[in-house]
């Protein structure tokens, strides 16, 4: 990959400000990225394009040209015409040298590169997109939109690109019925009661979505559960979904479920090397070619999670690979098979058991026994998508064998799309890491390009999750799915110039808007880490339920392995190999060092490697309970900040996307003092150990609920206890409840945060009164995981700003509905800021 700017004369910068892309209305591409806002500046060349070739992607790309241009200044360009006209050439790099001999193009260009640069024929500069095939001169027409939109074209410049790896898929874990797991963004947009949607308008706009950034291939089911998919009349179904892409270059892919020649195909075993089952694949899999010729392959979750697999047989994940690959093979397809194979019943009473081991254990002693077309499709981290993990040590296992790194934009564990957290800088993070195989450089992101060992086939598979609801449920959020296509492309740009070219695009180019928005979006997640889970003790969500608020012990005493092993001396998993579980050795020697002592592991994963005393001291020089104390404290005001510096752009964009930004925000500040309450609260009582800054368990101007005057509220223990103040609450069972305290402090103007516990199933309504004068009132109307009082629901109202005198009576009333008995927590009175 290349880029130069040839000499430096400053160009057309198109710097004004636009309006919102996130126009509300029919889910589009538009809305997500694509939208370009008007910019309304000076085109650099005449808007006149002339296509060279006219085979379907180099229509496409002409069409995506008319759009763009439409979309950056107001209005369509011509089509057509003669070198004399042509303001943008657009074609493949023979059709271009054909037409222009005298432009001096790149000896060679891979099918999926392109070359932009300029003609300057007989006076008469033109702006050229040339492919290295019509797929490469459809990213290029996307690029250089993108050019035009985020900085505009500077004369001089050329653009010579090719994707880092062959393989930029996303995943969608669909089920037949329309939902999605793991999806926080609505229904699917292919499925719907067992069947392929009939309109298919949404499919179409996700494909132009992630041909825009590259990705060239959609896995649509779920890796779980997938045998319906190889159904024929399914079959014929998700031919329409492949014609629904192709326009944009993306190919169908499909998760398969290793039984189905027994759950659907009636024989009497799925034993991969049973001759029968072998012939069964291979019709199947030409089944699939007659209907979608470009058909891209299939992945695999097997003897995962409940899921069968070749184990039943005493077979190897190589087996099942193969099996499916060389079906696949005539065809051109392949298979990414998932390292993700544990055994999720493991012994937690063993201190030698350890789910992180399993990938490694599994796959490394399989390594060069898989077929050429069998890609390895290892999660980034080695458990499970959690706020941080070190880097998968298969990477460096399997240097015969083809990989791709599996991760999630789609945000499980990093708050559902409800927080804001932009996960580019951890994905950067991994992609840099160097594991130092064979002592010498191999970080991450050559490895899966296939460039360290010299492999054919490799790349980046995200989780992506889109839906019915504006692609990922919330705006920001789409930031990550632009930024995975991205970093697939080019695993070198950095998470800040992706955070600002996603910005420019979607929301303005008015560089104190960028400024702000790309601010916000690097500081989201560490700031989730600090108020979640932090020093690699995983996120301390509630993993054998929502997998969204905090229950810091769901994580123990169960088989699933995501053990942090806290306990009143001390917390942490001991991964080192003199004294633990040996993971630490499943690297290679360089970095098998750093994490087998606590005195080399980084603080920031310290207790992913190695269990130690509450009182150990960090690198940082503080101690780990205090540093437990700090960056809650830390997180949830890092996240009030957000609400804060988006607050700065109120009449700069969007008013709609603006409100719709600033509530979620709003929302996410108030989860965050849930989150740092639980966790602050269970270390201490766990350690007995006091904050040295005073603030854990010490609440000022904290009323509970519990101790309040009730009228129909019964108190009730909240489980678990760490996710309520104090570990109880008070829920209603009648048709109206009160809860009543009267207040004590100075005269003054005071903020009332409301904590309630907002549950699913009906729509509770609350009331503040002061003196009996109703202050603010409101519904419980979110959607949110759990069907009792928990971390997952907990809510905080504020009214800002009421006037209290001493002996004032504060009363929260409360009207359940259906399921939501309107259960409160406490109410906390503090100063209200003068502005
Ligand atoms: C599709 C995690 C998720 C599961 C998911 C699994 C996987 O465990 O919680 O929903 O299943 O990962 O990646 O297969």
Request: contains cysteine; negative net charge.
């Amino acid at each position: 990959m290349a880029r130069d700017t040839k000499y430096s004369l400053i160009g057309i910068v198109f710097a004004a400000v636009l309006a919102g892309g996130l126009a509300a209305g029919a889910q589009t591409a538009e809305q997500a990225w694509l939208g370009h806002g008007h910019f309304h500046g000076l085109p650099p060349v005449p808007m006149h394009v002339r296509a060279l070739g006219h085979e379907p992607l180099e229509k496409t790309a002409v069409n995506e040209l008319v759009k763009g241009i439409d979309n950056l200044y107001g209005s369509s360009p011509l089509i057509g015409g003669n070198s004399a006209e042509a303001g943008i050439v657009v074609g493949t790099a023979d059709q271009v040298r054909a037409a222009y001999p005298a432009l001096n193009l790149p000896s060679m260009l891979l099918p999926e590169a392109f070359w932009i640069g300029e003609s300057d024929s007989g006076g008469k500069r033109a702006v050229v997109i040339a492919g290295g095939s019509e797929r490469g001169v459809l990213y290029g027409t996307f690029a250089l939109i993108r050019e035009l939109a985020t900085s505009g074209w500077t004369p001089g410049t050329t653009i010579n690109e090719s994707p880092a790896m062959p393989i930029r898929w996303v995943d969608e874990w669909d089920n037949p019925d329309g939902s999605i797991e793991r999806g926080y963004a609505g229904r699917s947009i292919f499925f719907e009661s067992g069947n392929i949607r009939q309109d298919l308008a949404l499919v179409a706009e996700y494909a132009r979505l992630l041909a825009s950034v590259g990705i060239n291939g959609v896995n649509v089911n779920n890796v779980n559960g997938a045998s319906p998919f190889l159904t024929p009349d399914f079959i014929r179904g998700l031919k329409r979904i492949a014609d629904a892409m192709r326009p944009w270059g993306v190919r169908l892919a499909l998760s398969v479920d290793i039984a189905s020649p027994q759950k659907i195909g009636g024989l009497p075993t799925f034993d991969p090397l049973d001759p029968a089952v072998k012939a069964w694949w291979t019709a199947k899999v030409n089944e699939i070619y007659a209907q979608i010729p470009d058909f891209g392959g299939f992945t695999v979750k097997a003897d995962s999670e409940g899921q069968p697999g070749p184990a039943s047989y005493g077979r190897t994940p190589a087996d099942a690979a193969n099996l499916l690959a060389n079906a696949l093979e005539a065809q051109g397809g392949v298979v990414l098979y998932r390292a993700f194979v544990y055994n999720h019943h493991a012994d937690w009473r063993d201190p030698k058991a350890d789910r992180a081991r399993a990938a490694y254990d599994i796959f490394h002693p399989l390594d060069g026994k898989f077929a050429t077309n069998v890609i390895v499709q290892t999660k980034e981290g080695p458990i499970d998508f959690q706020a941080r993990e070190p880097v998968s040590p298969l990477f460096a296992g399997l240097r015969q064998t083809n990989q791709a790194m599996e991760l999630e934009v789609t945000q499980e564990y990093t708050g559902q799309q409800r927080h804001l957290v932009y996960l580019a800088p951890m994905w950067k993070q991994v992609l840099d890491f160097d594991l130092r195989a064979g002592e010498q450089s191999t970080p991450v992101k050559e490895i899966i390009a296939g460039k360290s060992f010299n492999r054919p086939l490799g790349g980046m598979v995200a989780v992506a999750g889109v839906g019915r609801e504006a692609w990922l449920g919330s705006p920001l959020a789409l930031a990550n799915l632009y930024a995975f296509g991205r970093l697939a492309w080019n695993p070198d740009l950095s998470p800040e110039e992706i955070a600002a070219e996603w910005t420019r695009q979607t929301i303005s180019n008015d560089p104190e808007v960028v400024a702000t928005v790309t601010k916000m979006l690097m500081q989201s997640w560490p700031a989730y880490e600090n108020y979640t889970g932090p020093l690699g003790m995983q996120t301390l969500t509630d993993i054998t339920g929502s997998h969204y608020g905090p229950n810091i012990e769901s994580s123990e005493n169960n088989g699933w392995g995501q053990w942090h092993r806290a306990d009143h001396e001390g917390v942490g998993m001991d991964r080192s190999v003199s004294t633990g579980t040996g993971y630490a050795g499943q690297y290679p020697p360089e970095v098998a060092k750093i994490y087998e002592s606590t005195a080399t592991t980084p603080d920031e994963l310290l207790l992913f490697f190695h269990h130690v005393p509450y009182t150990y001291r960090l690198h940082s020089g503080m101690t780990v309970i205090q540093h437990i104390y700090d960056s809650h404290y830390d997180g949830a005001a890092q996240a009030a900040e957000f609400a804060s510096e988006w607050a700065t752009l109120k009449g700069r964009i969007d008013p709609k996307l603006y409100e719709d930004v600033r509530d979620r925000l709003v929302y996410q500040t108030g989860h965050a003092i849930v989150w740092r309450d639980a966790v602050v609260q269970y270390f201490l009582k766990l350690s007995g150990i006091p904050d040295e800054k005073g603030r854990a368990g010490h609440y000022p101007g904290r009323l509970e609920a519990e101790d309040a005057r009730l009228t129909g509220y019964k108190i009730i223990d909240v489980t678990p206890w760490e996710d309520a103040s104090g570990g109880k609450a008070v829920s209603c069972g009648e048709a109206d409840c009160a809860a009543e305290w009267s207040w004590s402090g100075q005269p003054g103007r005071y903020n009332i945060a409301i904590q309630y516990f907002d549950l699913p199933g009906g729509v509770a309504h609350f009331t503040l009164k002061v003196n009996g004068r109703p202050v603010d009132a409101w519904a419980a109307d979110a959607t949110l995981p759990s069907n009792h009082p928990h971390g997952d629901n907990s809510t905080r109202r504020i009214i800002h700003a009421v006037e209290l005198k001493q002996g004032d009576m504060l009363r929260v009333e409360g009207i359940p509905d259906g399921a939501d008995p309107a259960a409160l927590d406490y109410i906390e009175v503090s100063p209200a800021r003068a502005t």
